[in-house]
């Protein structure tokens, strides 16, 4: 079992970048690919990025070339690096785990194929 954490959220303007942290209890972090979600009020969870445990990233269209996916091990901590903010980026950004026995496995954008959640960090950008 692991337990999520996600800090580093919140009022930017219209055009400005931020990097939200996800940290992750327990020893086998590595044994984890990692999603970041976003739900903004109103609206559907949706899918942002994952990180494979090889490190292979898929991105969501609409944040593709703004947004960067990292993760160290040795932190247990997965950060989503945001540039060039829009207001459509408001929202709670949540980030997701999923152990996968293959290094390469991505558990794609349905919520329903991760097994571990955060409650989130909120995220609000002004035009």
């Known amino acids: 079992q692991v337990q999520l954490v996600e800090s580093g959220g919140g009022l930017v303007q219209a055009g400005d970048s931020l990097r939200l942290s996800c940290a992750a209890s327990g020893r086998t972090f590595s044994s984890y690919a990692m999603g970041w979600f976003r739900q903004a009020p109103g609206k559907e969870r949706e899918f942002v990025v994952v990180?494979?445990?090889?490190?292979?990233?898929y991105y969501a269209d609409s944040v593709k070339g703004r947004f960067t996916v990292s993760r160290d091990n040795a932190k247990n901590t997965v950060y989503l690096q945001m540039k060039s903010l829009k207001p459509e980026d408001t929202a709670v950004y949540l980030c997701?785990?999923?152990?996968?026995?293959?290094?390469?496995?991505?558990?794609?954008?349905?919520?329903?194929?991760?097994?571990?959640w955060g409650r989130g960090t909120q995220v609000t950008v002004s035009s």
């Open positions: 990180i494979t445990r090889s490190g292979s990233t």
């Open positions: 997701a785990a999923r152990r996968t026995y293959s290094h390469d496995y991505a558990p794609g954008s349905a919520t329903r194929n991760y097994n571990y």
